[in-house]
């Protein structure tokens, strides 16, 4: 069986980054911190992603590079006897059940950039953004059509592999997204009073920090890069012995840090300088947005680059989760890869159908009273994701040879001794006590 690897380290770290730098990090962080303390937030944010998020993330990338093999094997390979593969099968499910959602929102999104090339999203006829949004999302063909588009995009990169199918995309889609988001930021900033975005979005506010505040940094590092459902597991995988895993992480983080501080950079001045308020939360992409750029002059245009952002970011994510499914299946077995993405991917289109429809024919349908979309939510970012995690870091810190961790954390890197040695004592103990605490916070809070 010859199995498929990265072509180059920068194409590993940049697909890495696109899996972490997806709709949570674009619109969520930024918000999160406009909320909760502005600057000191982001501060805060970013000691925790560098220190707790980044010792599970290294915790991941040693797991894979050290088996290279997928969700399920790696665990079962390192620990035959047990039930530690069940790791692998949460993370399966729970990439299952979050892309099943996140395609939905992808749709939404590959609506929006088709309509922008007329006009009317900007400036719809009778000027109600949010009753536009109503009316699309409540449209069961068009959404369902965007839906199933959404899919095929993620399904044709999957299809051709790591090298000529995730990779090229990535080394393509994401310097445009950084380019397009350079481009929305210089034009937002350049707006009369746009100061004052700048300041909700940076500006230290001691008075809104509390305990409630380090849980949201907390949550946010770990899920703005990907953690918990093995999706890392499954990248590192086919990356070569000589790639340096500290750098490579170092890199991803900070890739993701930059892009949340350039999101809120273009999103909140353009909101603020037309006496908007940032106060929709995630719909604020489908509503306040659209009114902010239908202001400006080329509106239109600046509008078409960001919805056109949106959607490299929503699939640079969705390549990671459908990836992390189909590379246990195949098992190295290159020649199923194209059949297996393509009924893997139908399949989570399927299953999304009731989360694309909970916004019009099942709209009065409820589980556990949430509409179907919010019930598939909650279960995987309030419970399997946290649960991924925890499972993860007890894994690779008790399972795992000290020996075999040190070896492949330092193999190929300057790093030595010391950096080992704090390392493992995150891996062992604050971070799943960190997970313990956001997980609790999550179901109880």
């Not at 920068?10 to 962080?29: D, Q």
């Not at 279960?379 to 000290?402: C, E, Q």
Request: charged share 10%.
């Amino acid at each position: 069986m010859q199995r498929d690897s990265w072509g180059s380290r920068i194409g590993f770290v940049l697909a890495a980054a696109g899996s972490a730098i997806g709709l949570g990090t674009v619109w969520r962080l930024p918000y999160v911190a406009g909320e909760q303390g502005g600057g000191l937030f982001f501060f805060i944010f970013i000691i925790l992603l560098m220190t707790v998020g980044t010792s599970l993330l290294l915790a991941e990338f040693v797991l894979g590079r050290s088996t290279k093999e997928g969700a399920i094997e790696a665990y079962r390979k390192i620990a035959p006897k047990g039930q530690w593969h069940l790791i692998g099968i949460i993370g399966m499910v729970a990439s299952f059940l979050l892309l099943s959602f996140y395609s939905v929102v992808g749709g939404w999104i590959t609506t929006y950039f088709v309509r922008s090339f007329s006009g009317n999203v900007t400036n719809p006829p009778d000027g109600d953004h949010f009753a536009l949004f109503t009316q699309i999302t409540s449209n069961p063909w068009e959404i369902g059509i965007a839906h199933l588009a959404f899919m095929v995009m993620t399904i044709l990169v999957v299809q051709m592999g790591i090298k000529k199918g995730i990779e090229k995309a990535s080394v393509y889609m994401m310097p445009a997204l950084f380019v397009i988001f350079l481009i929305l930021m210089i034009r937002s900033l350049t707006l009369d009073g746009a100061s004052e975005g700048v300041l909700y979005f940076l500006q230290p506010d001691f008075s809104a920090v509390t305990g409630e505040t380090f849980l949201f940094a907390l949550g946010q590092a770990f899920f703005s890069l990907s953690l918990g459902v093995s999706v890392m597991v499954t990248y590192s995988s086919y990356l070569d012995r000589n790639t340096s895993l500290p750098s490579s992480a170092w890199s991803v983080v900070l890739l993701s840090v930059l892009i949340a501080i350039m999101a809120g950079l273009a999103i909140f001045p353009a909101i603020y300088a037309f006496d908007m308020q940032p106060d929709q939360g995630p719909m604020l992409i489908f509503t306040v947005i659209p009114a902010v750029f239908g202001q400006l002059a080329f509106g239109e245009v600046f509008f078409f680059l960001f919805m056109l952002l949106m959607l490299f970011a929503t699939l640079t994510s969705a390549f990671s989760l459908l990836e992390i499914i189909v590379t246990p299946l195949i098992r190295g077995r290159e020649h199923l890869r194209k059949r297996m993405t393509w009924i893997v991917g139908l399949l989570i289109f399927a299953m999304g159908i009731p989360s694309n429809l909970s916004y019009s024919l099942l709209s009065e349908t409820y589980f556990f009273g949430m509409i179907f979309f919010d019930a598939v939510d909650y279960l995987v970012s309030n419970i399997l994701l946290p649960l991924g995690a925890l499972l993860i870091s007890l894994f690779v810190a008790y399972k795992m040879k000290k020996r075999d961790l040190k070896d492949e954390l330092l193999r190929g890197s300057n790093f030595r001794q010391g950096f080992y040695s704090i390392w493992l004592l995150m891996i062992r103990f604050i971070t799943p006590l960190c997970i313990i605490v956001v997980f609790f916070y999550l179901i109880f809070g």
